[in-house]
């Protein structure tokens, strides 16, 4: 990737313009990070707690509707796994099963020992389980 930086000190604010021959998914992960895609609103009753995705551990669903772990807490989102695998950035966020995204960040061990799947330990010792659809996407994202 080229990266030109133009300094213009007439300029009012930060502007970042994008070229790219295609529309791809790379040049949406990038976009929706310039924008500041990453950050999520974490919900505790009626109270509203921004996250920053460097802050999370996972996202998951359980009783029709959809959770975030951090380090610290458990928070409601209001946003589907669907929409969230869209706007967290997919080099950082992978999905391991039809109900969680992890954090590749903050993964500290892997347990492959296991037949047709993948048992993670994130930080926290917070323990899951890569279903068997997708283990080869897990396994391309952490290159093994």
């Known amino acids: 990737m080229k990266v030109d930086i133009h300094i213009q000190p007439d300029c009012g604010e930060v502007s970042v313009a994008i070229t790219a ?3 791809t998914d790379e040049v949406k992960a990038l976009a929706a990070r310039l924008q500041g895609g990453g950050v ?3 919900w505790r009753g009626d109270m509203a707690i921004p996250l ?4 999370i551990l996972r996202c998951y669903g359980e009783e029709k509707g959809v959770k975030v772990q951090t ?3 458990v928070y409601d989102l209001k946003e589907r796994l669907y929409e969230l695998e869209s706007k967290l950035d997919r080099h950082t966020f992978v999905r391991i099963s039809h109900s969680e995204l992890v954090n590749l960040e903050q ?3 892997l347990d492959l020992s296991l037949t047709g799947t993948i048992r993670i ?4 010792n917070t323990v899951c389980y ?5 283990v080869k996407k897990i396994k391309e994202a952490l290159g093994l």
């Open 130 to 134: 890569v279903s068997r659809r997708y």
């Open 121 to 124: 330990t994130l930080a926290g």
């Open 71 to 73: 380090t610290r807490e």
């Open 52 to 55: 920053a995705a460097a802050d």
């Open 40 to 42: 999520l609103t974490g």
């Open 107 to 109: 993964i500290t061990a």
């Open 21 to 23: 021959p295609a529309l």
